[in-house]
């Protein structure tokens, strides 16, 4: 039998323990719940499913930690032992003890069967369980001791193996060393041949060395003359560039100035003609509110001098300031 059958027959153990748990418990809930419920005052009534449930809990502790400890092939010891046999004793007695007040034969033989098969099934089931699970160690040794001999075999056969590479390695290293020896005698020839030919190289090489350091020095001259005369060139055309740079700005504020002239006299026009009676076109106010703004006047004061109520000059002042204003007046012009 191999690991998975094992396996599988554990799985159907315990598939089957746990049917006849559910099944047991079950029915002695429904069994005793009714006797206790009649052993019970009327306002605790309530209660009695309590007690098959706490039973039934220890049953499933009881039938729980012996399979873990069948599988680790553990011994929990002598309580173990007491809580599984009291727990059953406990649920064989509340399940036939209706039936045996009322000297009912029949049925406490019918109400014994449940827990004398829980008890039966909760002693085999760890037998059982023992039983596998001495035959896992069992298995599981022989498997070991197998691999075991496998590796033996395996690492014979690898020391073998080095053994015989390590005497190849021996012979051709000693084949090597004889190639290297007559390889260094050549070597050593190639060299000192090597060296003369070196040597008048190094003479032609020098030479060359004295001719192109000339021709660099040369060329090294020439390069220096044609970058001062190309730095005299840039520094002339920076000057004239500076030079018309300064003649447009002089130029950009002369223009700027008379600009500001030619508006403050044109204000001064506007704002000369002194308050009027009536309101003027809207066009020709704007322009009167615009230069009111750019003197300075109060907002009453560019009132009269266009004829508009303070508000609507007001208004045309806060888009003055906020920008606006003067896109407008450029549209109005």
Known sequence: ????????????????????????????????????ARHTPDGWRWTAPILPLVVDAAVIIVVRLDATLARLGGHGGAWPIMLRWMTGAMTLALNVADSVLTRDLVGASVHSVAPLLLIVTAETGLAYRRAIAAAVTELNARERAEKEARERARTEARERAERSAREEREHKAAL????????????????????????????????????????????????????????????EAADRRERERR????????????????????????LSGGPVTEKLPEDRARVVVHASFGEGLPVRAAAELCGWSVGWVSARYQEHRDGTGLVLEGAAS
Do not use: C, F
């Open 176 to 235: 090597a060393r004889e190639q290297r020896e007559h390889e260094a005698n050549l070597a050593r020839e190639q060299r000192e041949h090597d060296e003369r030919v070196r040597r008048e190289e190094q003479a032609r090489a020098e030479a060359r060395e004295r001719a192109e350091r000339e021709a660099r020095e040369r060329a090294e001259k020439e390069r220096e003359q044609q970058r001062a005369e190309r730095e005299r060139r840039e520094r």
């Open 1 to 36: 039998m191999n690991a998975a059958q094992i396996r599988s027959a554990d799985k159907a153990l315990s598939a089957g323990t746990w049917l006849i748990v559910g099944g047991a418990m079950l029915y002695s809930i429904l069994t005793v719940t009714p006797l206790a």
């Open 247 to 270: 003649e447009k700005e002089e130029t950009t504020r002369r223009q700027e100035a008379e600009r500001r002239e030619r508006e403050a006299r044109e204000r001064a026009v506007l």
